[in-house]
C-alpha cells in the first residue's frame, strides 16, 4: 500500500480485533470495534444465501455439508454416557440446522426473510463514524468474500455514494462461501478463473472485475530465476498439508517406505513436511517416527503443540527457498498448487479417498468448483489411489527436470495473474482508474438490484483514500 500512500490521501481504518497493527506504517488510522451478535446475525444470513443459491456452485453445498453435517468424531477419552450424549447433541444440531436452512431458503419464505434480515442488520457504528470523519472518495477493502465487516461497509458506502474496491483475497473465495449479496463498485481478483466466479456465480458486471493477482507471492516472482540458499542441507521432496483434516500421515509412510527401499534411485533424499499452519486434522507425526519425514521447523513448533490459530503468520520471506530447492512437490490441494506452479515444479496432488474424513481430498477435487480443470494444468500429477502413490514417486521423480516452463507459466496466468509490473503498481493502476470517474459511486445488491446513476466523477485536489 505505500505507492497508494505516496499519490493519494490515505487514511486505515482497522478493527480493534487486528492483532498486528503496528505493522501499519503511517499515524493516520482509525480503530473501530466489531459487534460479535452482529456479526452472528451476518453469518447467519450468509449461510442460509448459501442454501438458496447452492446450485450456482457445487462449493457451497460441500461447505454446508462440512459445517452442518454429522460428524461423530468423539475423543477416545470420552466416557460412553459422554459420548452418548455428544452424539444425540450432533443429531439434534443437524436436524434443526438442515430444517432451518430449508426452510429460510425456501422460495416461498426466503423473499420475507431477507427482507427481515436485512432490517435487522445494523452497521457498526465506529465504523460508520470513521468512514464520515474521513468523506473518501475511494474505500478499499482485503475481502474474503463472507466479512460481516464488509457488508457494514458496503451498506454505509453506498448510502453516503461512496465507490469501493474489494480485494479478493483468494483464488477460491468467489465461488466456495457464499453469495455475496452487497456488491462493490469494484472488485479485483487473482485471474481469469476468479473473474470468471465473479461473473457467472457472484453476477458481477465483467466491466467492474479487474485482474490484480495478490501481494502473497509477490517475492516468489522477484526472486525464482536467483539461486536461493537452501535452509536444509540435503536434498528434498517437499510434502505441504491441507487446512481439511486429510489423512496425511498416511500418505507420509508410504512415501518414506517408497524411498527406504529404492536408495539406487533416490540417494540421500528426504521428505520435508509442512503441515498447514490452521490445520483442522487431529492427527499429529510424532518426530523420529518415520525415518526420511523432516518437520519443516518453520511451523514444527505450532504443529506439534496442535496450535492452528492463526495468531500464528509464517514469514512470507520464509516460501522462495522453500519452493525453489524442492525435487519435487507433493500434498493435497491448496494454493500451493498454485505456488509450485511460478517455480514451475512437478506438483503431485494426493487426491485418493483416505476412508476416514468428509473432507478427503477426492471430495475436495469433486466438490470445490475452483478445482475445475486442475487436472489439465502441465505441471500437475493426480493419485486417485493410495496404492499407486509410491510408484507415482518413483515415476515422477524421474521426470521432475522435464517441466515444460512457457506451458506452466501460461496455464498459471488462468488462475493467477502477473505481468511485469509489481502487484502495488498494478493496485495503483487500478486505483487511478476507478477514481477517474468509471466508478458508478454506489454498491449493488445481488437480490434486489439498487438503480444506480453515474457518479459525478469530479475529483478532488487530494484524493481520499
Same mark, same amino acid.
Given at each position: 500500500?505505500?505507492?497508494?500512500?505516496?499519490?493519494?490521501?490515505?487514511?486505515?481504518?482497522?478493527?480493534?480485533?487486528?492483532?498486528?497493527?503496528?505493522?501499519?506504517?503511517?499515524?493516520?488510522?482509525?480503530?473501530?470495534?466489531?459487534?460479535?451478535?452482529?456479526?452472528?446475525?451476518?453469518?447467519?444470513?450468509?449461510?442460509?444465501?448459501?442454501?438458496?443459491?447452492?446450485?450456482?456452485?457445487? =462449493? #457451497?453445498?460441500?461447505?454446508? /455439508? &462440512? $459445517?452442518? %453435517?454429522?460428524? +461423530?468424531?468423539?475423543?477416545?477419552?470420552? =466416557? #460412553?454416557?459422554?459420548?452418548? /450424549? &455428544? $452424539?444425540? %447433541?450432533?443429531? +439434534?444440531?443437524?436436524?434443526?440446522?438442515?430444517?432451518?436452512?430449508?426452510?429460510?431458503?425456501?422460495?416461498?419464505?426466503?423473499?420475507?426473510?431477507?427482507?427481515?434480515?436485512?432490517?435487522?442488520?445494523?452497521?457498526?457504528?465506529?465504523?460508520?463514524?470513521?468512514?464520515?470523519?474521513?468523506?473518501?472518495?475511494?474505500?478499499?477493502?482485503?475481502?474474503?468474500?463472507?466479512?460481516?465487516?464488509?457488508?457494514?461497509?458496503?451498506?454505509?458506502?453506498?448510502?453516503?455514494?461512496?465507490?469501493?474496491?474489494?480485494?479478493?483475497?483468494?483464488?477460491?473465495?468467489?465461488?466456495?462461501?457464499?453469495?455475496?449479496?452487497?456488491?462493490?463498485?469494484?472488485?479485483?481478483?487473482?485471474?481469469?478463473?476468479?473473474?470468471?466466479?465473479?461473473?457467472?456465480?457472484?453476477?458481477?458486471?465483467?466491466?467492474?472485475?479487474?485482474?490484480?493477482?495478490?501481494?502473497?507471492?509477490?517475492?516468489?516472482?522477484?526472486?525464482?530465476?536467483?539461486?536461493?540458499?537452501?535452509?536444509?542441507?540435503?536434498?528434498?521432496?517437499?510434502?505441504?498439508?491441507?487446512?481439511?483434516?486429510?489423512?496425511?500421515?498416511?500418505?507420509?509412510?508410504?512415501?518414506?517406505?517408497?524411498?527406504?527401499?529404492?536408495?539406487?534411485?533416490?540417494?540421500?533424499?528426504?521428505?520435508?513436511?509442512?503441515?498447514?499452519?490452521?490445520?483442522?486434522?487431529?492427527?499429529?507425526?510424532?518426530?523420529?517416527?518415520?525415518?526420511?519425514?523432516?518437520?519443516?521447523?518453520?511451523?514444527?513448533?505450532?504443529?506439534?503443540?496442535?496450535?492452528?490459530?492463526?495468531?500464528?503468520?509464517?514469514?512470507?520471506?520464509?516460501?522462495?527457498?522453500?519452493?525453489?530447492?524442492?525435487?519435487?512437490?507433493?500434498?493435497?490441494?491448496?494454493?500451493?498448487?498454485?505456488?509450485?506452479?511460478?517455480?514451475?515444479?512437478?506438483?503431485?496432488?494426493?487426491?485418493?479417498?483416505?476412508?476416514?474424513?468428509?473432507?478427503?481430498?477426492?471430495?475436495?477435487?469433486?466438490?470445490?468448483?475452483?478445482?475445475?480443470?486442475?487436472?489439465?494444468?502441465?505441471?500437475?500429477?493426480?493419485?486417485?489411489?493410495?496404492?499407486?502413490?509410491?510408484?507415482?514417486?518413483?515415476?515422477?521423480?524421474?521426470?521432475?527436470?522435464?517441466?515444460?516452463?512457457?506451458?506452466?507459466?501460461?496455464?498459471?496466468?488462468?488462475?493467477?495473474?502477473?505481468?511485469?509490473?509489481?502487484?502495488?503498481?498494478?493496485?495503483?493502476?487500478?486505483?487511478?482508474?476507478?477514481?477517474?470517474?468509471?466508478?458508478?459511486?454506489?454498491?449493488?445488491?445481488?437480490?434486489?438490484?439498487?438503480?444506480?446513476?453515474?457518479?459525478?466523477?469530479?475529483?478532488?485536489?487530494?484524493?481520499?483514500?
Amino acid at each position: 500500500l505505500n505507492s497508494l500512500q505516496e499519490e493519494f490521501d490515505l487514511t486505515y481504518i482497522v478493527s480493534g480485533e487486528v492483532k498486528s497493527r503496528s505493522q501499519i506504517r503511517s499515524e493516520n488510522v482509525k480503530i473501530y470495534h466489531p459487534d460479535p451478535q452482529e456479526a452472528r446475525k451476518h453469518h447467519g444470513l450468509f449461510n442460509v444465501l448459501s442454501w438458496r443459491h447452492r446450485n450456482k456452485s457445487k =462449493s #457451497f453445498q460441500f461447505r454446508l /455439508k &462440512r $459445517v452442518y %453435517g454429522l460428524n +461423530f468424531d468423539l475423543p477416545r477419552e470420552f =466416557s #460412553f454416557l459422554r459420548k452418548m /450424549k &455428544r $452424539v444425540a %447433541g450432533t443429531l +439434534f444440531a443437524w436436524a434443526k440446522n438442515n430444517l432451518v436452512l430449508r426452510c429460510l431458503g425456501n422460495p416461498l419464505v426466503f423473499r420475507w426473510y431477507f427482507k427481515r434480515a436485512r432490517e435487522s442488520l445494523k452497521p457498526n457504528e465506529g465504523l460508520k463514524k470513521a468512514i464520515q470523519d474521513v468523506g473518501p472518495d475511494l474505500v478499499i477493502f482485503p475481502s474474503s468474500a463472507f466479512d460481516p465487516d464488509g457488508n457494514d461497509l458496503l451498506d454505509i458506502c453506498s448510502k453516503d455514494r461512496i465507490t469501493t474496491l474489494f480485494l479478493i483475497d483468494n483464488w477460491d473465495n468467489l465461488s466456495s462461501k457464499t453469495i455475496m449479496w452487497l456488491q462493490p463498485t469494484h472488485i479485483a481478483v487473482w485471474g481469469e478463473q476468479s473473474k470468471k466466479h465473479g461473473i457467472e456465480i457472484q453476477g458481477i458486471d465483467s466491466e467492474r472485475i479487474h485482474l490484480l493477482g495478490t501481494p502473497r507471492f509477490e517475492k516468489y516472482f522477484r526472486t525464482r530465476n536467483t539461486p536461493l540458499q537452501s535452509h536444509f542441507e540435503f536434498p528434498y521432496i517437499l510434502f505441504v498439508g491441507t487446512s481439511l483434516a486429510f489423512d496425511e500421515i498416511g500418505a507420509l509412510e508410504v512415501l518414506n517406505q517408497t524411498i527406504e527401499e529404492n536408495p539406487d534411485l533416490f540417494g540421500n533424499t528426504r521428505i520435508v513436511y509442512r503441515p498447514h499452519p490452521w490445520r483442522l486434522g487431529k492427527d499429529i507425526l510424532q518426530e523420529g517416527v518415520l525415518s526420511l519425514i523432516e518437520i519443516d521447523p518453520q511451523v514444527k513448533g505450532s504443529y506439534l503443540t496442535k496450535n492452528n490459530s492463526t495468531d500464528f503468520q509464517p514469514d512470507l520471506n520464509y516460501y522462495p527457498s522453500l519452493l525453489q530447492n524442492a525435487e519435487l512437490v507433493i500434498g493435497g490441494l491448496t494454493s500451493m498448487l498454485i505456488e509450485t506452479m511460478i517455480f514451475r515444479k512437478i506438483f503431485l496432488a494426493v487426491v485418493y479417498d483416505d476412508g476416514k474424513n468428509l473432507t478427503s481430498q477426492h471430495n475436495a477435487l469433486k466438490w470445490y468448483t475452483h478445482f475445475e480443470g486442475i487436472e489439465e494444468i502441465p505441471n500437475a500429477r493426480f493419485c486417485k489411489d493410495k496404492t499407486q502413490l509410491g510408484e507415482m514417486l518413483k515415476s515422477y521423480w524421474k521426470e521432475r527436470q522435464e517441466v515444460v516452463p512457457d506451458q506452466v507459466e501460461l496455464s498459471r496466468q488462468y488462475y493467477l495473474y502477473s505481468d511485469d509490473t509489481p502487484y502495488r503498481d498494478r493496485l495503483l493502476a487500478i486505483c487511478r482508474d476507478v477514481m477517474s470517474g468509471k466508478g458508478t459511486g454506489c454498491s449493488l445488491q445481488a437480490e434486489e438490484k439498487v438503480d444506480c446513476s453515474q457518479g459525478s466523477g469530479q475529483a478532488q485536489i487530494s484524493k481520499k483514500l
